[in-house]
C-alpha cells in the first residue's frame, strides 16, 4: 500500500469543475511535461535523452544535466499545445520517486518552485503506481479496469505483481529478486551486440525469428516472485559456448536467438501472471511500464484473454514509456482526494507501492 508521509489533507477544499494539473516526470533520462483537464490529456511533450546511447546504458550525471537542460522547454511546450496559462493550473503533479536521485532531484525542484511561485497545491506521484494508473486517462478506444484488477509492471527498474484495490489501495503480490525484465532484455541485446536501448530490437528481430529455435532455462523461483539475472548468465554462456566453434553464429541466427530470447521472458511472465490469476481469484490483467510495448508481451495478453476468459487491459504506446500524462492522472484523483504534499517533500530514490 501507498503511505504518504509528507501528504498534507485538507478536507475542506472546493472542488472546481475544470481541474488543470501540470504534471513533470524526470525519473530517468526522459523529460516530459504533461497538461490534464480533469481526467483527459490535452498535451504530452517528451525530451529523450540520446546521449546515452554511445555509452550502451544510462549515466546517471549525464541524465541530471540533460534534465536541466530540457525541463523549462519542455513544461512550457506542454502549456503551449494545451492552450492555456500557468495562471489556470489547478496543481502540479511530479514524480518524487522511485529513480535516479539526480534527474528526481531536477523535477521535484522545479515542481516545488512553479507551485510556490503560482501559489498552488503540490502532488507528489510514485512512478510505478503512475503506470498502474495510466489506465485511468480517458480514451475513447481504450476501456477501462475495475476494481480489484492485477497490474503487472515491466521496465527497466521494476517488474511486480501487484493487486489494485483502489486508487491508492495496491497491494504487491510479487517482484524481482534481482534484475528486472527491461535489463533482461537490454543486457541480452548487449550480448549480441546490438545497440542501447536493445530491447526494441530483440522484439524486431523476434517477430522474424523462430521462438524455440534455441531453449532456455526459466529460473525457479518460489511464489510469484521473479528472477531474470540466471538467464542473462546463460544466454552469456550459450553465445561464448557458440561462437567459439562458430564465430558467425549471431549474425547467422540473430532472429532465432532474439526470438528464443523474448519466447523465454514472455513464457516467464505470462506463467507468473497464471499463477496470480489462480491464486486471486481475479480475472482483469492490465500492464504498464516501458516493456508493456514489447510485441510479444502484447499478443503473449490478449492470447489469454481469449483462453482463459481473462478481461485485458493494455495502454496506448505513448502511455508505456516513461511520460508525464501518467504522472498527471494521479494527480488529477489525487486533487479530488485533497491530498497535497508540503514544500518539505524530497526526492526519494527508492519509493516502494
Request: aromatic share 8%; with cysteine.
Amino acid at each position: 500500500m501507498f503511505y504518504l508521509c509528507t501528504s498534507i489533507f485538507i478536507p475542506n477544499l472546493v472542488e472546481t469543475e475544470t481541474i488543470y494539473i501540470l504534471a513533470i516526470e524526470s525519473s530517468c533520462d526522459d523529460t516530459s511535461a504533461a497538461v490534464l483537464c480533469n481526467d483527459k490529456v490535452i498535451s504530452n511533450v517528451v525530451a529523450t535523452q540520446k546521449i546515452h546511447e554511445e555509452y550502451g546504458g544510462v549515466v546517471p550525471e549525464l541524465a541530471s544535466r540533460a534534465h536541466q537542460q530540457n525541463i523549462v522547454p519542455v513544461v512550457h511546450q506542454a502549456l503551449l499545445r494545451a492552450n492555456i496559462d500557468k495562471k489556470q493550473l489547478s496543481a502540479i503533479a511530479f514524480t518524487r520517486g522511485p529513480g535516479l536521485m539526480g534527474s528526481l532531484l531536477v523535477g521535484t525542484s522545479f515542481a516545488k518552485s512553479l507551485a510556490l511561485g503560482l501559489d498552488i497545491p503540490l502532488i507528489e506521484v510514485n512512478h510505478m503506481q503512475a503506470h498502474i494508473l495510466a489506465h485511468f486517462i480517458t480514451d475513447e478506444n481504450n476501456p477501462k479496469p475495475s476494481f480489484p484488477f492485477l497490474a503487472m509492471t515491466i521496465s527497466g527498474g521494476h517488474t511486480q505483481i501487484v493487486k489494485v484495490n483502489d486508487y491508492f489501495n495496491m497491494e504487491i503480490l510479487g517482484e524481482t529478486l534481482d534484475d528486472a525484465v527491461g535489463e533482461a532484455f537490454d543486457k541480452s541485446a548487449k550480448i549480441l551486440g546490438l545497440p542501447y536501448p536493445g530491447g526494441p530490437l530483440i522484439d524486431k528481430n523476434a517477430k522474424l525469428g523462430n521462438p524455440k529455435k534455441f531453449p532456455f532455462p526459466k529460473p525457479k523461483v518460489g511464489e510469484l516472485n521473479f528472477s531474470f539475472s540466471g538467464l542473462k548468465t546463460s544466454i552469456l554462456y550459450f553465445i561464448q559456448r557458440e561462437t567459439k566453434t562458430n564465430p558467425n553464429f549471431i549474425e547467422d541466427n540473430l532472429n532465432d536467438i532474439c526470438a528464443s530470447i523474448q519466447y523465454t521472458i514472455i513464457n516467464i511472465l505470462m506463467d507468473k501472471l497464471k499463477k496470480a490469476v489462480k491464486e486471486t481469484g481475479i480475472k482483469q490483467v492490465a500492464i504498464g511500464g516501458g516493456v508493456s510495448a514489447n510485441s510479444g508481451i502484447r499478443t503473449a495478453l490478449k492470447n489469454a484473454e481469449k483462453n482463459y476468459g481473462w478481461s485485458t487491459y493494455i495502454p496506448k504506446f505513448e502511455y508505456c514509456t516513461d511520460n508525464a500524462a501518467m504522472i498527471g492522472i494521479v494527480g488529477y484523483h489525487k486533487y479530488k482526494q485533497n491530498v497535497f504534499t508540503s514544500q518539505d517533500v524530497t526526492a526519494k530514490a527508492r519509493y516502494i507501492i
